[in-house]
């Protein structure tokens, strides 16, 4: 389930580049929404989910909505439009380390060893090949999108310390909690949005296509089940090394299919940050033989 998610996070950054050419990001987030909303909805309503007496638990649902959804969206999206596909979706690698700084400051059992405190380091000096503030010519670019990379990597960061510690032991069906989640970021969204020309993005089918199934039915609606599934059964850090794996795919995709040119320092900022994300989730050696044999 870590791979499938990985897989469906990692293609994500291709179909919001697309997008992005045509509409902007807010819209792009509400088709998304949308997409992933209804099949959802109806899986949960079909299910008997959803119930009325969980309405005392709509704050979690906001905080979610806002941290877990908005941000998490918007952060990725607008970065993504600056920014090649690839590159983007490299930075995506930040998230486990930021899930584990959050999880450090209000888990407990989390601490902070050498090798953890590595690990951030790189993951930061990783961002700092790929922003290049050091380039006149594409600093102000680079930055604004790495910028907005990172705050996406924040929001779905705290999602995880957040949705473990508040919403997992709530016991609520998961299908119900994406959907009070989703249907609160749509309504949310529908407030802040313009909706002049959101209707460009049929004058491309293939990129039409990407937004509702790739990020709508598979990066909203399949990806919710699997990210939640694995906080329960992993924890909240655990859980988040599966950003190991997008930034790979993104980058894939956006070399060998969407003929992307990503610089030898860009290559060496993911594996900074992608080195950064192992040393915070590699457990010592006593720690996995005792989970071994437990």
């Given at each position: ?60 649902f ?12 918007y ?26 700084l ?8 989390e ?8 690990g ?15 380039r ?47 249907g ?84 060496a900022?993911?594996?900074?940050i ?21």
């Open positions: 389930m870590l791979g499938l998610l990985g897989l469906i996070w990692g293609s994500s950054f291709i179909y919001m580049k697309m997008a992005s050419q045509l509409i902007s990001p807010l819209q792009i987030i509400l088709l998304r929404l949308v997409c992933g909303l209804v099949p959802i909805a109806l899986y949960a309503y079909g299910k008997g989910a959803l119930k009325w007496d969980h309405r005392k638990h709509i704050v979690h906001l905080v979610m909505a806002v941290v877990g959804t908005i941000g998490y969206y952060g990725f999206t607008k970065g993504t439009s600056l920014l090649l596909s690839g590159v983007a979706g490299a930075l995506s690698g930040l998230t486990p380390i930021l899930s584990f959050f999880a450090l400051i209000f888990l407990e059992g601490r902070a060893s050498l090798q953890k405190v590595l951030i380091s790189l993951g930061f000096l990783g961002v700092v090949f790929i922003a290049q503030p050091f006149a010519d594409i600093a102000a670019t680079n930055i604004e999108g790495v910028l907005y990379n990172v705050l996406g990597s924040l929001s779905v960061g705290a999602s995880f310390v957040y949705a473990k510690k508040y919403v997992i032991p709530l016991g609520i069906p998961v299908s119900a909690v994406i959907t009070y989640q989703l609160l970021s749509l309504v949310i969204l529908l407030f802040a949005i313009d909706l002049t020309g959101i209707g460009n993005i049929w004058s491309e089918p293939y990129v039409a296509a990407g937004l509702v199934l790739g990020l709508g039915v598979l990066g909203t609606g399949v990806a919710y089940i699997l990210y939640y599934y694995i906080i329960g059964k992993l924890g909240a850090v655990s859980a988040s090394s599966v950003a190991y794996i997008p930034p790979v795919v993104a980058i894939a995709i956006g070399v060998f299919f969407a003929g992307e040119q990503i610089a030898l320092l860009e290559y900022g993911a594996a900074l992608l080195t950064g994300v192992v040393l915070v989730n590699r457990q010592p050696a006593r720690m996995r033989s005792g989970a071994s044999t437990a």
